[in-house]
């Protein structure tokens, strides 16, 4: 159903559908949604605001390629301030390297279906250069309380193969474990191997799977058996862990090597 849009101070809010979503209606603190007119009250809080690039799989911290799509969902109960006329007040993405120039995200703004309080900013970060970034998303509620968010990740070009975090959890282990690792090429399938050693250098097993991840993070399962499904006995055993993909110079690979303990 249609949702009326709600101001404070003639900042319009968002409303319903998309394809509503920045009707203003005048100075207004109410609300009407499937015909149900509902106060709004401040509540002195800027609206929720989740950031990722990618992926909802995203960790702070983490690699991306230069091309990251930036997302930002928003809610809150009295609606957030999409207003293009709120000047100062508009939804703004700044990023630390070049923090005098400012991205209105406004327009990217996509409401929830047939729910005023909340929606999805998807905009497309282009061409960063390699090195760190600390990103920061500022957005306000009708009745203009802000809220900040900020995350940090790493730019590497996805011309080269790059992996690093590369650890097993639990470890130590019991029953299983998974080895996770850290990349920079989401969307393109990843060869991965991981070869389980002793301290002595003796083979015990080798696990192998092709991956594709929207994200930069990865992993592979392991149950803590060996090639004849016996359980190898308590200990610290060698792992190497090796990545392949073809990239824009071609098939690379890269590998790092962990340790990990068995304990039933």
Do not use: C
């Not at 499937?34 to 950031?51: A, I, K, R, S, W």
């Not at 911290?61 to 007040?89: C, M």
């Not at 050693?197 to 058996?225: D, I």
């Not at 090796?242 to 039933?264: H, N, W």
């Amino acid at each position: 159903g249609y949702v009326t849009s709600a101001t404070t101070d003639g900042v319009s809010s968002t409303g319903g559908t998309p394809a509503f979503g920045r009707d203003a209606s005048g100075s207004t603190n109410a609300f009407r949604f499937e015909g149900v007119n509902t106060e709004v009250q401040n509540d002195g809080q800027g609206p929720q605001v989740d950031v990722y690039l990618n992926s909802p799989d995203f960790v702070n911290g983490t690699l991306t390629n230069p091309n990251p799509t930036l997302f930002v969902e928003l809610r809150d109960e009295t609606g957030v301030n999409t207003s293009a006329t709120g000047i100062g007040h508009e939804i703004i993405a700044t990023i630390d390297t070049q923090p005098t120039q400012e991205i209105v995200l406004n327009d990217y703004f996509q409401a929830n279906l047939d729910d005023y309080r909340g929606g999805r900013i998807e905009y497309p970060l282009q061409e960063l250069p390699e090195g760190a970034y600390t990103l920061e998303v500022r957005a306000w509620d009708v009745f203009n309380n802000p809220t900040e968010e900020a995350i940090a990740f790493d730019v590497a070009t996805s011309d080269e193969l790059q992996i690093r975090g590369v650890a097993n959890y639990p470890n130590p282990m019991n029953s299983f474990t998974r080895f996770y690792f850290e990349h920079n090429q989401p969307g393109v399938p990843l060869d991965v191997d991981v070869r389980i050693f002793t301290l002595s250098g003796k083979p015990v097993m080798h696990l192998r799977e092709t991956l594709q991840t929207s994200s930069a993070y990865a992993y592979l399962e392991w149950n803590g058996r060996d090639r004849d499904y016996d359980r190898l006995a308590n200990g610290t055993y060698l792992y190497v862990l090796r990545v392949g993909a073809d990239t824009g110079q071609g098939r690379q690979s890269r590998q790092k090597t962990e340790t990990l303990v068995i304990l039933q």
